[in-house]
């Protein structure tokens, strides 16, 4: 009598275990953007943009709109509070930077601080990749990370080289700007 409860014990735990990964797994399923995985109540990261993860290791970013209101010609504002702009975080998308001004803070786009000029992307072709040697001469560039082989975790999302030819030689290099990277 007693192996018989024991076992009908473990079979309802069996059961109760399986019934529990189904409707979780099924719950899963249907998350498929940030919206539906703030809706399912799972942890929201206090990060810019919000960041929404999953038990089973999925991350979906919250996607900014920019309206009219929120865009000025060179500016992008994330936050108009500038008490707020003191501890967020923020990333800037490749070709603009992070400002903080009385306004708020926000990402604008990236200039050249000599020539108040925005900096020209000049991409590395296939061809500059192949080169073994490049000529001695300084003519500093910085030189801006693929997005899909690098992620940073600070702007900016690049490396000063001695010229173009050494940045191009770097795989991970996606495209170049005129002078120095700033800080």
Do not use: H
């Not at 003191?86 to 604008?108: A, T």
């Not at 910085?142 to 690049?158: L, V």
């Amino acid at each position: 009598m007693k192996k018989i409860i024991i076992i009908s014990v473990i079979a309802l735990m069996v059961l109760g275990a399986i019934l529990i990964l189904i409707v979780n797994y099924n719950n899963f399923s249907k998350i498929n953007d940030f919206e539906s995985c703030v809706k399912s109540g799972y942890p929201i990261m206090e990060s810019y943009p919000r960041q929404c993860k999953t038990p089973d290791g999925k991350t979906f970013v919250e996607e900014i709109k920019i309206d009219d209101q929120n865009k000025s010609l060179n500016k992008i504002y994330i936050s108009r509070n500038p008490e707020q702009c003191k501890v967020i975080k923020f990333l800037c998308e490749q070709g603009r930077m992070p400002f903080f001004d009385d306004s708020g803070c926000g990402c604008e786009l990236s200039i050249n601080q000599t020539t108040n000029k925005t900096l020209k992307e000049n991409y590395c072709p296939p061809e500059s990749r192949k080169g073994d040697v490049c000529i001695e001469l300084y003519q500093p560039v910085c030189g801006w990370f693929d997005p899909e082989k690098i992620q940073c975790i600070k702007y900016p999302c690049a490396e000063t080289f001695s010229n173009s030819c050494f940045a191009c030689m770097n795989e991970e290099i996606l495209y170049w700007t005129d002078g120095e990277c700033t800080t």
